[in-house]
């Protein structure tokens, strides 16, 4: 009903810049709130940023405020995540979620299947 899909992982060297994407399709009314995770290997997943819709203060997990840039574009449900200066430790799967409103007027959060970002030393 809903899906989103991310893209824009990859290997990079330390230091250096990615793009990701979240595009969500679906029965989309409107989105509330979106949001980005991350998750290493045999790691908890933890909110690196998120961002709320009307709200134009965005937050940030303060090991990556100042590199990380979170932004949407509500025209086409799309959300992103530029990510400056690179450290070997942002090496992690990327999910996407959003809080979603249905054509139904249901709320819901989805969750993206995730996007590797790996950063080499």
């Known amino acids: 009903q809903v899906r989103l899909v991310e893209s824009g992982g990859g290997l990079v060297q330390a230091g250096g810049s990615l793009r990701l994407s979240c595009a969500a399709s679906g029965i989309i009314f409107s989105i509330n709130k979106w949001g980005w995770y991350r998750q290493a290997p045999g790691k908890q997943r933890d909110l690196v940023a998120s961002?709320?819709?009307?709200?134009?203060?965005?937050n940030y997990a303060d090991s990556v405020n100042g590199r990380f840039t979170i932004s949407r574009d509500n025209a086409k449900n799309t959300m992103y995540l530029q990510m400056n200066s690179l450290k070997p430790e942002d090496t992690a799967v990327y999910l996407c979620s959003a809080d979603v409103v249905t054509i139904f007027k249901l709320t819901t959060d989805y969750w993206g299947q995730g996007t590797q970002v790996t950063v080499s030393s």
């Open positions: 961002i709320t819709n009307g709200d134009d203060r965005p």
